[in-house]
């Protein structure tokens, strides 16, 4: 390793650790949006601002802000993808602790390399399909109880890995076409013009989590710092991934649970139960295990960032 690289690795697992720190905090203004907001204002609130926040960074970055040719197909499903796993998740905040429901949808890493094996033929051996099963059943873990506390709304989580799952798969054809940045802006601004609409239709409607409310007092702040977080976290990934190598950045991911943790504890007064813990324990465990096995076999950097669901486009909404 050149002295130039070396020193490029320390800025990138800054950047990394800035971004463990800051995407709960989506979360968390998702959440305390959550309690006088419907999900699907939030969900629209976070791609307006996200939209907003990037229209300097690509004039700076001398980023068109035209639609570029031929990518509007693969545009739209990429917002649709990360419309319908943002609205899962937050959906899950309304009655979960953030640490609980970032911990079940850990499990999109998996789907990932199942996924990629399945659709785009990428090779996977019998020890990473048998971390696989061991991750899900950590999931269990997590699931069971907070299915006994919450219901069904546990299971959104899953949703969010799931819808993910395929905003990768698509962020990965797209990516070769299409500089990172310029794709953060173009998906948050096709995600607002599909979930404007819905919302004009919505509103005076009894549709519960579609129907708009005139924020009151601090809910306007919760919604600017669920867009604003979101784009300076993505940045942050990013130019992460850009500076150092995804194998030394991807382990390193995993410690946005303690961030979430800590957060939600201060915040909410939450904190995850022993056998939470152990589910955590037994997903992150696995996941540093696929980490492992890509590092020894993979050729490239990209595949392991692609097999725990980390890419220069865009990371975990």
């Known amino acids: ?50 939209a907003a926040v990037m ?43 953030i640490a609980d429901a970032l911990a079940i949808a850990f499990v999109e ?27 899900f059943a950590g999931s269990m873990l997590v699931i069971r109880p907070s299915l006994t506390a919450f219901g069904p709304m546990a299971l959104f989580p899953l949703g ?24 953060q802006y173009h998906t948050a601004t096709v995600a607002t013009l599909i979930c404007l609409p819905i919302m004009l239709i919505a509103a005076g409607r009894d549709w519960p989590t579609l129907s708009p409310l005139m924020p009151q007092g601090a809910a306007w702040l919760w919604l600017l ?16 991934l850009r500076a150092a190598p995804a194998a030394t950045l991807a ?24 056998l939470t813990w152990a589910g955590i324990a037994v997903i992150v465990t696995s996941g540093l295990y696929i980490i492992a096995r890509e590092r020894h076999t993979a050729r490239q950097p990209a595949t392991i960032a692609i097999a725990v669901g980390l890419t220069p486009q865009d990371p975990i909404p």
């Open 251 to 274: 382990p390193l991911h995993y410690l946005e649970i303690v961030s979430a943790v800590a957060l939600g504890y201060v915040i909410f007064g939450d904190f995850p139960d022993p």
């Open 160 to 183: 969010t890995a799931l819808f993910f799952t395929l905003y990768m798969l698509v962020t990965r054809s797209l990516s070769r076409r299409m500089h990172p940045i310029a794709m």
């Open 55 to 97: 229209v300097p960074v690509c004039l700076a970055l001398g980023q068109s802000l035209r639609l570029p040719k031929g990518a509007s197909g693969a545009l739209i499903a990429r917002a649709l993808c990360l419309i319908a796993s943002t609205y899962c998740f937050v959906a899950a905040l309304t009655v979960m602790p």
């Open 1 to 50: 390793m050149t002295a130039h690289s070396t020193d490029r690795v320390l800025p990138g697992i800054v950047l990394m650790l800035g971004f463990c720190a800051t995407a709960p905090l989506i979360d968390a203004a998702s959440k305390l949006a959550g309690e006088s907001l419907p999900v699907g204002q939030i969900t629209t609130a976070r791609f307006i601002v996200q």
């Open 225 to 240: 710092g669920v867009g604003a977080a979101s784009a300076v976290a993505h940045l942050m990934m990013t130019y992460a």
């Open 109 to 135: 890493p998996f789907l990932l390399l199942i996924f990629g094996h399945l659709f785009l033929h990428d090779p996977v051996g019998p020890r990473r399909i048998a971390a696989c099963a061991v991750g």
